[in-house]
């Protein structure tokens, strides 16, 4: 009986490159701030072209009177491993938030101001969106001057159509 | 592996960084930069100096330091070596890959 050789996979897939990352900011916890602030600062390091697109809460991230005051959130959330009506309790954010701070600090992580200033020396540019300013009563004035803009979700996927574009919700 | 660089034999890894410091000299540094499509000038080397200073004191390395520095600030630093700096940056100072996210 002859044996079955095994199927050596066709390399005929052109490689597929990451050129450009397009990251919309939906929350303003801080966990989800950072993890889109470090994704689009990651891609710049790599050479990726990359852009932030913030939406409803997100838009607190670039608020000028919000933006340093972002907390972690404790309710609600399973792997703070503190029960949720304890999370709730007055406080709670708070402390968790400078903890969380502190260890960040230590990783060379920077505060939100900051880090606004690296992404946008870096070349990330960053949108705001235009129904959500709507909502929230929002002027182009109250949000950080390293802004490229205002954009409607039309515009935003417009400026996606290179290949190897990524889009990403967070 | 093994590549010639500046008349020498290196070591270098799969992705062109140097294996043993002590391998590094100026000219295999910008060796490292003309594959990089990098044509250094004096502002780049103040860059490469800082950087290895940084290594000899092993402390890691992050795009926030090099802007801290007082040698360059970040706009620079992306100006001055595109696409990747930090990556870039530490492959011509002849340093291991940055292991670092930020």
């Known amino acids: 009986m002859e044996l079955l050789q095994p199927v050596k996979e066709e390399k005929t897939k052109k490689e597929a490159k990451i050129n450009k990352v397009m990251i919309i900011v939906s929350k303003a916890t801080l966990e989800n701030v950072y993890a889109s602030f470090i994704l689009a600062n990651g891609a710049r390091m790599e050479g990726i072209e990359s852009e932030l697109f913030f939406t409803f809460f997100g838009l607190e991230a670039i608020t000028k009177s919000k933006l340093e005051h972002l907390h972690v959130a404790t309710v609600g959330n399973p792997a703070m491993h503190i029960p949720t009506m304890l999370g709730g309790l007055p406080g709670m954010e708070a402390f968790a938030t400078t903890m969380m701070k502190k260890e960040m600090e230590k990783l060379d992580i920077p505060p939100v101001d900051e880090f606004l200033e690296i992404l946008s020396a870096s070349g990330v540019k960053m949108w705001a969106c235009k129904l959500a300013m709507d909502m929230f009563h929002l002027e182009e004035k109250d949000l950080i001057d390293d802004l490229e803009g205002v954009l409607t979700v039309g515009d935003f996927y417009n400026r996606a159509h290179g290949e190897g574009t990524h889009l990403m919700f967070i | ?102």
């Not at chain 2, 410091?21 to 490292?32: D, L, M, P, R």
């Open chain 2, 1 to 102: 592996m093994e590549k010639t660089m500046a008349g020498t034999a290196i070591r270098v890894t799969e992705e062109g960084y140097l294996e043993d410091f002590n391998q590094w000299s100026a000219e295999v540094g910008a060796e490292i930069a003309a594959e990089e499509g990098i044509t250094m000038t004096d502002e780049h080397w103040k860059v490469i100096d800082y950087i290895q200073d940084q290594y000899k004191n092993e402390v890691p390395l992050t795009i926030r330091k090099v802007g801290k520095s007082g040698v360059i600030d970040i706009k620079g630093f992306y100006a001055l070596f595109p696409g990747g700096p930090l990556k870039k940056a530490s492959r011509i100072s002849g340093i291991p890959k940055p292991v670092s996210c930020i």
